[in-house]
């Protein structure tokens, strides 16, 4: 997991199979214009999932990690906090469902971090890295969000 701003994605290509893919749409694609909705940007390697919602407390989100695909997790407008925590210390609530590549996990905050997303800026989730995204600590905040879905190769 890593947070960064968005001019500095291309330092993470090594990490990362398919940034540059990733990197060529942002440069030819004016996400703010995009509605909401899934966007296939190479087969099933790669996807962009443009979501537009108002954030929660941190009660009433759930904790996730996926197996396949690397998050790359965009904020365009608005701000959140996304929960952080290693799948290994959690407890699986919901088994993995192959088909959303998700698994769902019960709270753990004693161990878990919080990151603060601003606008144009984008958190990394590598699979088994529990993540609770769309939270405010505070204030709803109005957040229209970028999700890279990359395949861990």
Same mark, same amino acid.
């Given at each position: 997991?890593?947070? !960064?701003?968005i001019?500095n994605?291309n330092?993470y290509a090594? *990490? &990362?199979p398919y940034? !540059?893919?990733v990197? #060529? =749409?942002?440069?030819n694609?004016?996400? $703010? /214009?995009?509605d909401p909705g899934?966007? /296939?940007?190479?087969d099933?390697s790669?996807?962009? &999932?443009? %979501? ?6 941190e009660?009433e989100?759930?904790?996730? @990690?996926?197996?396949?695909?690397i998050?790359?997790q *965009?904020v365009?407008?608005g701000f959140?906090?996304?929960?952080? +925590?290693p @799948?290994?210390i959690?407890? *699986? #609530?919901e088994?993995?469902?192959? *088909?959303k !590549?998700?698994s769902?996990?019960n ?5 878990? @971090?919080r990151?603060?997303?601003?606008a144009d800026? =984008?958190?990394v989730?590598f699979?088994g890295?529990?993540h609770?995204?769309? +939270?405010?600590l $505070?204030?709803p905040s $109005?957040? #229209? ?7 861990? %190769?």
């Open positions: 997991m890593f947070v !960064d701003i001019e994605i330092k090594s *990490l &990362i940034l !540059d893919g990197n #060529k =749409f942002l440069l694609n004016n996400l $703010s /214009s995009i899934n966007y /296939s940007i190479k099933e790669a996807y962009l &999932i443009i %979501q537009k919602y108002i954030t929660n407390p009660t989100k759930k904790w996730e @990690s996926h197996r396949k695909y998050d790359i *965009l365009l407008t959140e906090y996304i929960g952080y +925590c @799948s290994e959690m407890k *699986l #609530k088994d993995y469902n192959e *088909l !590549d998700v769902f996990y709270e753990i905050e004693e161990k878990a @971090s990151l603060y997303i601003p800026t =984008f958190a989730f699979p890295e529990a609770k995204p769309g +939270c405010h $505070s204030e $109005s957040v #229209k969000k970028a999700v890279f879905k990359i395949l861990n %190769q």
